[in-house]
């Protein structure tokens, strides 16, 4: 009977081992796929979470509010009461299908996805801000499936779109639960 109690005793301290090594594992690659604060716009940027460590912000609290993407930054600016208020890091179009230049408005379409066949990407988010549904603010891409594409989602904060502005998926939901139809979007 001893031997059996002792036989069963080390069985689960292998298994209690294991799950520990798994679990210390499994920190160390979540730390690692999270930004340090240190990190500059040349590295990864994280593509899940809000692009700063604040909060965003009231758009009803904000007069004036607009939007001006910086393609030579990849960055879009939140602006309000005068100034800017929030920063997202963003991926506007590669040099052969470049995101549009000039003043453009809000426009009443949005949703919570789309899958576009010919380009064999999707995204989640997204608000149209030129033709009507062709030009967007959107998630990293997604595919067929709405997962999320994980190598094109690292390319966030360098141009990697077919036109449209790849947000991360906490400033994608925001843009799309937030800015109001006609809001003034710059990109230069």
Known sequence: MKF?????FIIVSVFIVMALAAAQHSFAVRKAATPSDSQTTTQSVYWKAPSEDKAYPEWSKMSKPWIYVSVKQQKVFIHGNGKVQYIMNCSTGIPSSPTPRGTFHIQKERGYSFYNK???????YWVSWLDHGVYLFHSVPTNAHGQYVVSEAEK??????HGCVRLSIADAKWMYQTVPFGTKVVVH
């Open 4 to 8: 059996k109690n002792v036989f069963a």
């Open 118 to 124: 010919r380009s064999h990407e999707g995204a989640h």
């Open 156 to 161: 966030l904060g360098t141009p990697a779109s």
